[in-house]
């Protein structure tokens, strides 16, 4: 039975795209990636999840990353959130993987709503749980997959754009890249400028510069 192990990166940050990852294997090869220490990618470094990868793209049967640029992300919440956003990538990936079955994790309260969402649009078996990637060997090798794919292509943003830290809204380096940006007025197309992060600068932005003519 081939099963497709689907997960995400980057739902989070204000800056870059966000990537899913779905990860085709023989059912009875999920063992193997077990022991090659695939787990979630959270719970590795950077040196071991790259070490993983090749591992991964090895073992399985095939891989497909569906990446959604930020733009594309401010465009489509005009229609739907952004659980809305990583089903439609979700469904893209397992159309392309046609699987046996789908473990995936639920990116919803109620795991098992997720799940008849997702049914409705693939006749595929799937199997929804929150904290998959540490149940499931193929969602843990989706996860490094997400992850290190995501991480590469920081990196080559922040050569073109400079650093602007890890992107996400807790991070001061970020938040001040924001706030540069938005006061020249150029805030590149990386950045979602629809993330309420982006809004309240732009909004404390604006005030400023009102108080300072008077």
Known sequence: MLVAGID?????????????????IEDERANVLHNLGVKD?????????????PEILKEAKACHVEIVEAKVIDSERGIKNLNGIELEAMVKIISRLRPDLVQVGSIEFKADKFRDKLS???????????????????????????????????????????????????????????????????????????????????????????????
């Open 8 to 24: 995400e990166a980057g739902r989070g940050p204000v800056i870059g795209p966000m990537v899913i990852a779905g990860v085709l």
């Open 41 to 53: 990618s959270k719970k590795l470094t950077p040196k071991r999840r790259e070490r993983l990868y």
């Open 120 to 214: 409705q649009r693939v006749k595929v078996p799937i199997i929804s749980v929150h904290h998959a990637e540490d149940l499931f060997p193929a969602v843990a090798a989706a996860s490094i997959i997400a992850k290190f794919t995501r991480d590469n292509i920081v990196c080559r943003l922040r050569e073109i754009y400079g650093d602007f830290g890890s992107g996400y809204p807790s991070d001061p380096k970020t938040v001040e890249f924001l706030k540069d940006a938005i006061s020249r007025g150029e805030l590149p197309e990386i950045v979602r400028k629809t993330w309420g992060t982006v809004q309240r600068i732009a909004s404390v932005s604006s005030c400023n510069a009102l108080s300072s003519r008077y």
